[in-house]
């Protein structure tokens, strides 16, 4: 019954967190035109801090059911290979979740995404495609139980990293597409007519 439990809780985080990040990816795409207001921002924080519980709720949950897994298992569970590729892919979007609410998204308070320099919109785009494809991605795995103890790591980081050029390719594009109606793109060269 613990292992259950500890599933439906860790499924509830993933769920929450998915839902989450990807409504705040829609408003903020339909919020591109003007600096965020007081609101809007309001929201991102509160987006920010829900995001941030349920990953740490994913993380405590993880860990258990590893520690469960082991315990039942033994060492058997800890050489699947998924396991670990899913680890490293939260580990890759916790590091991307500080990068983008410390880097990121203080340059939306500044100035509307499509001001922004094509440089800084990049930015902002890369790290919302890593956000947003690594988010389904690790919910993917969560109810990939064919690939236990079938893909070797390096083939599930190799679909994940496919699957992130594509959204990070899509990101870019929508960038510079954010930005072709700012006749002042600060990137620009000024000299050039």
Request: proline residues 0%; negative net charge; glycine residues 8%.
């Given at each position: 019954m613990?292992?259950?439990l500890l599933v439906?809780?860790?499924l509830l985080a993933t769920c929450v967190a998915l839902g989450h990040v990807l409504l705040a990816d829609h408003k903020l795409w339909r919020w591109r035109e003007a600096p965020l207001n007081a609101t809007q921002q309001a929201y991102l924080a509160?987006?920010?801090k829900i995001v941030t519980l349920a990953l740490l709720a994913l993380w405590?949950?993880?860990l258990l059911l590893v520690l469960q897994g082991y315990?039942?298992?033994g060492q058997r569970y800890l050489l699947n290979?998924?396991?670990w590729a899913k680890v490293a892919v939260v580990v890759l979007l916790s590091i991307n979740g500080m990068?983008?609410?410390r880097v990121g998204f203080p340059s939306l308070q500044r100035a509307a995404y499509a001001a922004l320099p094509f440089s800084t919109r990049s930015r902002l785009a890369l790290l919302g495609a890593l956000s947003t494809s690594g988010w389904l991605f690790a919910a993917f795995l969560g109810v990939a139980r064919p690939w236990n103890h079938v893909l070797p790591c390096l083939h599930v980081l190799t679909v994940f990293a496919a699957l992130v050029a594509m959204a990070c390719g899509t990101a870019l594009?929508?960038?510079g597409l954010a930005g072709a109606n700012n006749a002042t793109d600060v990137d620009a060269d000024p000299s050039v007519p």
């Open positions: 613990i292992k259950t439906y809780g860790h509160e987006t920010q405590a949950s993880g315990l039942d298992e290979q998924k396991l990068l983008l609410h594009i929508v960038a």
